[in-house]
């Protein structure tokens, strides 16, 4: 089985509870539920995490690359928006990572508008809610078969 990482950022442990009108109200839990659920359907193996810290994302990229995963599907939460050392962790591995989040940054505020994952990414998929992430989760799914290149 092909393994796909799911990194969650700062407060994304939060889902279900803050901003549920930008957010929505699935948890994070109920998010990853329905991933495992989708994997399990597409032939991946996924191994999902969360943290308020950006060394663990950073860890965690370095680990993916390291597992030999497929695909990383990050949503980096405020850190996209001022994280260089997030920005330089996926510039250091080959695996692809697709970034994600629930609502657009760009009809959000100014400081949303620049992302410092997306020039790195190999896409983005945004403002689809819990959505976005099995759009994503497919488009790794995809990428097995040399999808995307």
Do not use: C, K
């Amino acid at each position: 089985m092909s393994l796909v990482f799911v990194l969650n950022g700062p407060n994304l442990n939060r889902l279900g509870q803050r901003q549920p009108e930008i957010y929505g109200a699935d948890t994070l839990d109920r998010i990853v539920e329905a991933l495992h659920a989708r994997a399990e359907a597409l032939g991946l193996t996924l191994d999902a995490r969360q943290s308020n810290h950006e060394g663990h994302l950073v860890d965690w990229l370095h680990e993916a690359a390291d597992r030999g995963a497929l695909a990383v599907i990050l949503n980096a939460g405020a850190l996209t928006h001022s994280s260089i050392a997030l920005r330089d962790a996926i510039l250091s591995i080959p695996t692809p990572v697709i970034e994600v989040h629930l609502s657009n940054p760009a009809a959000r505020e100014p400081f949303r508008h620049v992302s410092h994952v997306s020039p790195v990414a190999r896409g983005v998929i945004q403002g689809f809610g819990s959505l976005s992430y099995m759009l994503a989760l497919d488009a790794a799914a995809a990428l097995r078969q040399g999808a995307g290149r």
